[in-house]
């Protein structure tokens, strides 16, 4: 398991991180895993999760591999932004509470203006769930969230 926090690999805060760690990462995949906590932003009242939060946790362990390489080469933690996904299956409608999720996440795309793409494999005690992620990165994102000045 890697060592670092996952506040410091994510450009989220507080109740919005989902993930619990990164298990590990290398130059084209990470592997982070989360356990379904009831009380949570996203939990139904039985505390599950709805399978669509898959997506998000996909997400975020794609913005986590994007940390970790940061970290590695002593940048900061930039924002990046999920574009979509063209195809998102799980086998069930919700994760329950108490389940230990495990996301692998594996880059098949990336080039220099940003745009890549990831395969995603979410899986836990009888969960299945794939996608494929496109997301992007601006190469200055600060200039990129500028507003344009009014007159």
Do not use: K
């Not at 109740?15 to 130059?27: N, Q, S, T, W, Y």
């Not at 986590?64 to 574009?83: D, H, I, N, S, W």
């Not at 409608?93 to 098949?108: C, T, W």
């Amino acid at each position: 398991m890697i060592d670092w926090p996952i506040a410091e690999l994510l450009p989220h805060a507080g109740d919005m991180i989902l993930l619990d760690a990164v298990e590990r990462f290398g130059d084209e995949d990470v592997e982070t895993r989360a356990t379904v906590r009831p009380g949570g932003l996203f939990n139904r009242e039985d505390g599950s999760l709805p399978a669509w939060v898959g997506v998000e946790l996909m997400a975020q362990s794609v913005a986590a591999y994007a940390g970790c390489q940061a970290r590695v080469r002593g940048e900061p933690v930039e924002l990046g932004f999920l574009l979509g996904t063209r195809s998102y299956q799980c086998n069930v409608e919700a994760f329950v509470a108490g389940a230990d999720l495990h996301i692998h996440a594996i880059r098949s795309l990336q080039d220099d203006n940003g745009m890549g793409v990831f395969e995603c494999r979410l899986s836990g005690p009888g969960i299945e769930a794939f996608a494929r992620l496109n997301v992007f990165r601006p190469p200055e994102v600060a200039r990129y969230l500028q507003e344009p000045a009014h007159d």
